[in-house]
């Protein structure tokens, strides 16, 4: 197909020397490229929210793909990683760009709990992929989606790249899978995972503790643990954030009202769900559309 040259909205957004928000999206129904200098002085978080792009390097010999909901880290101190980046029709993805220098001040008394800060790695290439998870989800459509005066455009979107970057790199104090011995049985981290799919697909209707232990087979306490220990959350809290992640996305699809949404995701009642709604986002979900002119 056809490539056009992908334009960003609002493009990028330099907030200081060494920290810079880069916002990539391609609305065209064709393929798209976008192509950026960045030297071997940077970090680069780079979320996808919806469709799919492919990081391209020596002159497109090698390439890491970047898939809807999730997330890419690239950092070299050996040698500049410019972006060129080709994504699919209708992908939209937003990057964080930080010097090693400005990223290091923000942990320097925590240096060792950003796994490539450590002194034995700070010198080394590093590459991740991880999910976007509901928080970070919520934060990358207020950044696409703000509707701010332009005064306060670049303060507002500096105080979103600082929550995304926190909530990237925030990891539960007891998910140390070296110090943690539950972790050690793979078979019971197969039904701890087991226990997540099941809770997910049956989220209007989902199975207590004690029919969800028997049914994966392990005893209730080890499931409890064990589902905190993977997932950093309690099973009900874990599933709570799912189902308002997906009513969140079916709000902004259009394709459904309120009510739909909250039967869809297994409220009986309109109010119980925006109850709900507003407990884990902080307003309705008729104000959240209002917030992104799409209500």
């Not at 029709?89 to 290091?104: D, G, N, P």
């Not at 064990?226 to 099973?235: E, L, M, N, P, T």
């Amino acid at each position: 197909m056809e490539k056009n040259i992908a334009v960003s909205t609002p493009g990028e957004v330099h907030f200081e020397d060494g920290f810079m928000l880069i916002i990539t999206r391609n609305d065209s129904d064709s393929f798209a490229e976008f192509s950026r200098d960045v030297d071997r002085t940077f970090i680069q978080f780079h979320f996808c929210l919806k469709g799919e792009g492919s990081f391209l390097f020596n002159q497109g010999s090698y390439a890491m793909s970047l898939k809807e909901d999730d997330s890419l880290l690239l950092y070299n101190p050996q040698r500049d990683l410019p972006i060129h980046l080709d994504l699919t029709a209708k992908t939209w993805v937003v990057s964080v760009l930080i010097s090693i220098k400005q990223f290091h001040s923000l942990f320097s008394m925590e240096a060792g709990f950003i796994p490539f800060l450590s002194e034995e790695n700070l010198d080394k290439k590093y590459y991740n992929t991880a999910p976007i998870n509901p928080a970070m989800a919520v934060v990358l459509s207020q950044i696409i989606n703000y509707n701010l005066h332009p005064s306060v455009r670049k303060l507002y979107l500096k105080g979103k790249a600082y929550e995304l970057l926190g909530l990237y790199l925030n990891k539960p104090e007891d998910a140390d899978t070296e110090q943690c011995p539950f972790l050690v049985d793979e078979d019971n981290v197969l039904k701890i995972k087991r226990a997540k799919d099941i809770i997910i697909s049956r989220m209007t209707d989902p199975p207590g503790l004690q029919e969800l232990s028997e049914e994966i087979g392990l005893n209730m306490k080890k499931l409890k643990e064990g589902f905190k220990q993977i997932y950093g959350d309690s099973v009900y809290s874990f599933l709570f954030d799912y189902k308002m992640e997906v009513a969140r996305k079916m709000l902004e699809s259009g394709d459904h009202n309120v009510n739909e949404v909250g039967l869809k995701v297994g409220y009986s009642t309109s109010s119980h769900f925006i109850a709900a709604f507003k407990k884990k986002y902080g307003t309705t979900p008729k104000r959240y559309l209002t917030s992104l002119n799409i209500g």
